[in-house]
């Protein structure tokens, strides 16, 4: 997976203030200290961090609890709480955000493996509404469903969110409201779910529109398949803000929905296609690339279909990676390095159903540029395919260019005689003008004679 989706809070490793050594420490004492510290609101507190394995954390009482939520919301330096692995349950939930309203200073918060339900959800929107610095709330491996996501995204709608971890945790049918959605919320993590193309479908609402702000979307093992693919390629066309979108280990998604994946990366139905293929995306993970797995090779040692569609993707996203900040570059990379490669681009029209030959869309009058931008960044061996490819379009450039000049002397030749008609013609006519102005004058010095004599 290229970027660094790891959440610090995600495993059991974390751990509070450090602990005695000394045998006659005291568990009880340890975590009234501690809390005492939260009360006070201590500067140098910034964390707390406790799991269901300790047995001050499984003896606290429900006003214990809602206690603690209040201290909380009052100190203004606690930047982390996390409360995981069983400390807490629905009941114990419920009595903490009781006390846990508001806070101006919690940036992160875990609340992950604790069996919790829509209920607990419910229990926590009037914080989740009131946290006015919250960046990150970690609820995965609970008991949420989809109810419990779609009150999330609501109680959410203002926050400054930006990031929502919400892995297996039974979420199936998904409502997303794109006006009562978190604003800023830039990585989802949807793992372990049994998502299928319908909630791909709501999930798209995420990533369309020009105000989309998604830039990691985790999708691994739900149950999408190729028309969920579909779905999502559909709405990142024209995406300009998702980077990491991993749909791995999805068993239904088949040769279809990979061939989209790759053609959204890298379209080389056309040049104009690869000129608009997605060029945001860094990294879009749909097969699981082994180093050596026997079972994803052919006979002869080279890559199955599935990881060859993987390994092209990976060039692709490579390719945007390094040109992060001008996505049009990406694409001129991206016509040089595999439109323009013979080999390449012999591989990537076989894994896309693509037949139609490169030069027949150039205009004959380009193909030296284009030739010469083949020998700017290839072997002379792949120039030379080329031109071998090219020669009938290269003739026809000769032929085309002297049917146009045979064409302009022809109609060169038509102006010509029809000037001489013209010409002719402007004689008589003024020849004729001549004789009438004669007649007129005749008539006038007539008239004159005539009132003489009378």
């Known amino acids: ?40 609101n201590d500067p140098e507190k910034t964390m ?33 709480v996390a409360l995981c692995s069983g400390a807490l349950d629905d009941q114990k939930l419920s009595c903490f955000f009781r006390g846990l309203t508001e806070s101006s200073s919690i940036k992160n918060m875990h609340l992950y493996d604790n069996g919790l339900s829509v209920a607990a959800v419910r229990s926590m929107v009037p914080f989740l509404q009131n946290a006015n610095s919250l960046n990150k709330l970690t609820v995965s491996h609970n008991n949420l469903q989809s109810g419990g996501l779609n009150l999330l995204f609501r109680a959410l709608r203002d926050s400054p969110i930006e990031a929502l971890n919400c892995d297996n945790c039974g979420i199936e049918a998904i409502e997303i409201d794109s006006d009562y959605s978190p604003k800023h919320l830039t990585t989802l993590r949807l793992n372990q779910n049994r998502i299928n193309a319908d909630g791909c479908r709501q999930i798209s609402k995420l990533l369309q529109g020009g105000d989309s702000t998604l830039k990691r979307l985790f999708l691994r093992n739900n149950k999408i398949d ?29 040769a279809e929905g990979r061939k989209l994946c790759l053609k959204l990366v890298n379209d080389v139905s056309s040049i104009t296609a690869t000129l608009h293929s997605n060029h945001t995306l860094t990294s879009l993970e749909v097969e699981d690339m082994g180093p050596s797995d026997a079972e994803d090779m052919n006979p002869d040692g080279s890559l199955d279909a599935d990881d060859e569609i993987q390994r092209h993707i990976k060039i692709a996203t490579s390719t945007n990676r390094n040109n992060v900040s001008n996505p049009d570059a990406a694409g001129r990379e991206k016509l040089i390095q595999t439109q323009l490669h013979s080999e390449i681009r012999a591989e990537l029209c076989r894994l896309q159903g693509v037949h139609q030959s490169l030069y027949s869309e150039i205009d004959p009058l380009h193909m030296p540029e284009v030739l010469s931008l083949i020998g700017r960044h290839h072997d002379q061996g792949e120039l030379y395919l080329a031109l071998k490819s090219a020669i009938m379009t290269l003739l026809s450039t000769v032929n085309v260019r002297k049917f146009i000049q045979q064409q302009r002397a022809y109609h060169a030749a038509i102006v010509a005689e029809h000037a001489a008609i013209v010409a002719e013609h402007r004689n008589k006519m003024e020849e004729l003008d001549a004789k009438l102005a004669s007649m007129d004058e005749a008539v006038e010095v007539n008239e004159g004679s005539n009132e003489l004599e009378h």
Not at 3 to 17: A, L, R, T, W
Not at 53 to 78: A, M, P, Q, V
Not at 229 to 246: F, G, P, Y
């Open 1 to 40: 997976m290229d970027g660094d989706d790891s959440d610090p809070y995600e495993d059991d490793s974390f751990s509070g203030d450090d602990r005695s050594s000394d045998s006659s420490f005291d568990e009880d004492d340890y975590w009234l200290a501690k809390v005492l510290r939260v009360k006070e």
């Open 48 to 80: 707390l961090a406790e799991s269901g394995d300790d047995n001050y954390i499984r003896n606290i009482t429900d006003d214990g609890w809602e206690e603690l939520g209040r201290d909380i919301s009052n100190n203004t330096h606690l930047e982390t």
């Open 226 to 254: 190729d028309d969920g693919v579909a779905i999502l390629v559909d709405a990142l066309r024209n995406n300009t803000s998702l980077q990491i979108l991993d749909l791995m280990s999805n068993e239904g998604i088949f």
